[in-house]
């Protein structure tokens, strides 16, 4: 095929003159490389590039040889494309993207670019739940759904083509079947829709493609693909079955392809693939190629065939076509440097030819089958791993089940056009109703994976033209030892590029078995994984982008803190005030003044972001029992527990407090950032070990606001504004909870502190969460009430030795590293963790533990990450290896001890309180002393009021 520049006027040389199904009056010009070609609607990038004559579309990704197209849809493993207009997408093939006004596109060597441009389309998904889903509209697939739909069946019936018939869709009775299926009312159809995975209880994955609708003048917001996430109660695979080629020689130049795309070209498109075609197949089916080209006006100066004898039948048509066939022959060799120019045959002829059309047999697409864990096992008749065994509420059918007619499909009772649908009443009697067409019983094919004993020892025979692997580097493997086919895989790399080795893996498969002389049966396959073909992450993430994919969610009173000149982060979703600075104040000022207003007077915080979650049921005592390391059974109606999650391993997961409202009901408070996930981890234990457990949990997180009111004139404040509430220490102490009202709307009280300072947490209902707010501010501004952020909170908590979970924390750590044995019940039987507990590692004295840390100059604010070393008596850091003995957790600054402090995870740290280590700084060292995690109030005297 040519390379050279079009014509001015856009002609199209390869072209035929008519036919294909293609709309010849709409053209469409398109660029590609920056030229401008002309195709038509209906047409593919593929197809119209090769109308045009342009052989070359890019170039191997590792060896940078030219690459062409070798096939007609999915299957091809070499014209990678990128598109810059009307959309982007950094790397497709060709051979799937529709031909649309405004089309841009150039060639890339197997790895595209992301677009810096921000994707202004729209993304969508749908949900599904039919009786029937049939996947793929060929022969199949049509007589299936027709099948189920006149037994009354929901019936959902996608395929990734945008015509159905498969590669008979100009067949009569195809209509016929389209408008009966398009009349029933309980009847979808989707096309350009692929199912890119198949999973458990009937749950499948498909992604629609839009873009053929786009062009130049269309609205940026429209759909561009969908994801259909469907459940289905029967599943019915009608995938086909893909070509596989034969490997020789620089089987890689562009003009070399797959038989039955040679044929689809002209039929779908009207494009012939090229002037002059060598067919060499081992199989009869590539010979209506051959004869479908000549009937075109190409030359075809021979059907090499592996095979020793070919039918009469195709003899016949052959020679009324004046087509020699070369039995028992095969192409060593193709020969060219941008394009076929000719072949070698392993007789010792050659051939001229511009184009070689390749068939070594079909392979079963039993891609979602084996998804499904369903088996394959190769079958020598067909020359082809097929489908066996049985997978519930599937069935694989037509060429997905290695059945290459029609009339096979009806006759088979295992894997017949959709074979009994139990439950449906849906049986071959209804499939014999459907229309046939006339066809031909083809003879078995041959084995024929590669042409051994090349003239360059396999390096040029391409097994993998995405991942330019080759016979010999499959050779390569096997010599070092590599035995299964999925360690040839990953030594190799065949397979894992974006076709995942549709037309390489199975052939890898017969290369290895030939090589290490055992059955291909015996290969086996590599994996099957999903997604079938490549869906890009836009269409995975749908409308879920931006804002939406990690939704900004803010507190009732969040305008509040806006007008106040809150500074804020980011915190599990939420916009939380970090620090409210004053008069030009900086993060470090503001946060010393608000700290010294807690702990002088009054502050109150914005809490509502703290997980919330409703525990109530009969079993409510003895599930929070088996979840927290400490007792909640025993907490009294009315009172207040802190507690502690850990997993199975016995690592912290949580903390929170847990208020007890009835004998069969808790408030459990979470972490902010944990909110979901404790649920989440709730259920799960419950769902899967613990059923028997009556309990229910509700998230009430969005449904009620906090605000701790905190410092030694906390108590005026919550008194003044809830007047009917005894707020003394005598009648509300400690670690207790009052219910009240404001105006009529009850509020819940509880006597916690989270600062270590007297404080009373203000729980309403969002709805009224700004006038309680409201109330609380006027009535703390007697006593100059400070409004505080987040980084104050933790410099409060942090003087108290509080751990936060996740900063303190990383997922290795106990409670009792953390100090914290005193949460630990011993005497629950059982609790998650519990058992961890026991293993020697758990109590091993050189564990990391939560301490203290001052660094002895009074004045350096430790890095938070920095790592802990020895002390060094020469103030020098010692070469490398320097033993790491843990590192800085939390580091603040704080106006409470007029110092800079920190916690740090030290191994052995509790039985170093009073020692000097040093902490590295860039190149100086920091002399910091061990202390305990308390810096303020040790006795508890300000927290009791």
């Known amino acids: 095929m040519s390379t050279s520049m079009p014509k001015p006027d856009l002609f199209q040389p390869f072209r035929t003159g008519a036919g294909g199904r293609i709309d010849r009056n709409t053209p469409i010009d398109f660029v590609f490389d920056g030229v401008t070609y002309r195709g038509y609607r209906g047409d593919t990038l593929a197809s119209a590039l090769l109308a045009n004559g342009i052989g070359v579309v890019t170039t191997s990704v590792n060896l940078g040889r030219p690459r ?58 749908l949900h599904h739940h039919p009786d029937v889903l049939v996947v793929g509209a060929g022969p199949a697939g049509l007589m299936a759904a027709v099948a189920c739909a006149r037994a009354g069946a929901r019936v959902l019936l996608l395929d990734e083509r945008a015509e159905p018939g498969g590669r008979m869709p100009a067949a009569r009775w195809v209509a016929a079947a389209v408008a009966e299926l398009d009349s029933h009312p309980h009847v979808t159809r989707l096309t350009r829709t692929t199912a890119f995975g198949a ?13 053929d609708h786009l062009g130049t003048d269309a609205p940026a917001h429209l759909s561009r693909q969908r994801v259909h996430r469907i459940r289905t109660r029967r599943l019915v695979l009608a995938t086909g079955a893909h070509e596989r080629p034969i490997v020789f020689a620089d089987n890689d130049l562009p003009g070399v392809m797959l038989a039955d795309a040679g044929g689809e070209y002209l039929e779908r498109y009207g494009v012939r693939v090229g002037r002059t075609a060598v067919v060499f197949t081992a199989c009869d089916t590539a010979y209506s190629t051959a004869f479908a080209l000549v009937d075109a006006g190409v030359s075809v100066p021979a059907v090499v065939d592996v095979r020793p004898a070919v039918s009469a039948d195709l003899r016949e048509e052959a020679r009324r076509r004046g087509v020699p066939i070369l039995p028992g022959t095969t192409v060593s060799r193709a020969h060219g440097t ?17 184009t070689v059309l390749v068939s070594g047999g079909w392979n ?19 020359a082809a791993f097929l489908p066996t065994g049985t997978v519930a509420g599937t069935e694989i059918v037509g060429a997905a089940a290695g059945l290459t007619t029609l009339t096979e499909c009806l006759a088979s009772g295992r894997r017949g056009a959709v074979a009994t649908l139990t439950g449906l009443g849906i049986g071959l009697p209804e499939l014999r109703s459907i229309p046939r067409v006339t066809e031909r019983t083809p003879a078995a094919p041959a084995i024929c994976w590669y042409v051994p004993d090349g003239p360059d020892g396999g390096t040029t025979s391409f097994v993998d033209l995405q991942r330019d692997a080759t016979v010999a580097d499959i050779a390569r493997s096997l010599g070092a030892g590599m035995r299964s086919v999925e360690h040839v895989k990953r030594y190799t790399t065949i397979g894992t590029g974006h076709d995942q080795g549709k037309t390489s893996g199975i052939v890898t498969s017969g290369i290895v078995a030939e090589m290490l002389g055992i059955p291909v049966g015996d290969a086996g396959t590599t994996t099957f994984r999903p997604p ?15 804002d939406r994919y990690d939704p900004v969610r803010r507190t009732p009173i969040h305008d509040w803190h806006v007008e106040r000149g809150a500074v804020f982060e980011d915190v599990g979703q939420w916009k939380r005030p970090r620090y409210y600075p004053r008069g030009g104040e900086d993060m470090h000022d503001a946060v010393l003044r608000e700290c010294a207003s807690v702990r002088t007077g009054v502050g109150i915080l914005d809490g509502s972001t703290l997980g919330v979650i409703d525990v109530a049921g009969p079993d409510a005592p003895d599930f929070l029992d088996l979840l927290y390391t400490n007792m909640m059974s025993t907490l009294p109606v009315g009172k207040v527990r802190y507690g502690v999650m850990c997993g199975a391993d016995g690592m912290v997961k949580d903390d929170g407090t847990v208020l007890r409202t009835a004998e069969d009901r808790y408030t459990v408070y979470t972490t902010t950032g944990n909110a979901a996930a404790i649920l989440d981890w709730m259920e799960e234990w419950h769902q899967t070990e613990w059923p028997h ?4 949990m509700t998230s009430l997180t969005d449904q009620v606001a906090t605000f701790p009111v905190v410092g030694p004139r906390s108590r005026d404040v919550v008194g003044s504004v809830f007047t009917g509430l005894d707020v003394s220490n005598e009648a509300f102490g400690f670690m207790a909870w009052r219910d009240t009202t404001f105006h009529g709307v009850p509020v819940r009280i509880g006597r916690i502190s989270f600062s270590g300072e007297l404080a009373y947490e203000v729980n309403v209902g969002a709805g009224y969460a700004q006038a309680v707010w409201d109330a609380l501010v006027a009535a703390g501004e007697p006593h100059g009430i400070t409004p505080y952020g987040t980084e104050t ?16 924390t990383d ?52 890095p938070e990450g920095s790592q802990i070393i020895a002390h060094c008596a020469d103030r020098t850091l010692p070469p490398p290896p320097v033993a790491m003995l843990g590192h800085v957790t939390s580091s603040y600054r704080s106006a409470e001890l007029g110092r800079p402090f920190a916690l740090a995870l030290v191994k052995g740290g509790r039985d170093l309180v009073g020692t000097r280590l040093d902490v590295p700084i860039g190149d100086t060292l920091c002399e910091v002393e061990i202390t305990t995690t308390v810096f303020v109030d040790a006795e508890g005297a300000r927290r009791d009021g």
């Open 68 to 125: 062409g197209v070798t096939g007609a849809w999915a299957e091809d493993a070499t014209a990678q494309v990128g598109i810059e207009a009307p959309f982007v997408e950094p790397m497709v093939p060709a051979t799937t993207v529709a031909l649309c006004p405004g089309l841009v596109a150039h060639g890339v060597p197997g790895w595209g670019k992301l677009s810096s441009a921000v994707d202004d389309a729209r993304y969508d998904s």
């Open 532 to 546: 079938y073909t490549p869906v890009t992450f836009a269409a995975l993430a749908g409308r879920d982008r931006g």
């Open 793 to 808: 909170m933790h410099v409060l908590r942090a003087e108290k030795g509080y751990p936060i979970i996740g900063q303190d």
């Open 364 to 382: 079963p697409a039993a891609h979602l089958w084996s998804q499904l864990r369903g088996t394959i096992t190769f079958d020598d008749r067909a």
């Open 199 to 211: 999973y458990d209880d009937g749950f499948v994955l498909a992604v629609e493609h839009r873009t």
């Open 693 to 696: 457990l009556r309990v229910w």
């Open 338 to 354: 941008d394009g076929v120019t000719g072949v070698d045959l392993s007789d010792g002829s050659s051939l001229s030819c511009d």
């Open 811 to 862: 997922g290795t750590v106990t409670p009792h590293d953390l100090g914290m044995s005193w949460a630990v019940s011993k005497k629950k039987p059982d609790f998650l963790g519990k058992r961890s507990f026991a293993r020697g590692s758990a109590t091993a004295p050189d564990r990391k533990h939560l301490v203290g840390l001052l660094p002895t100059d009074g004045s350096t604010r430790l």
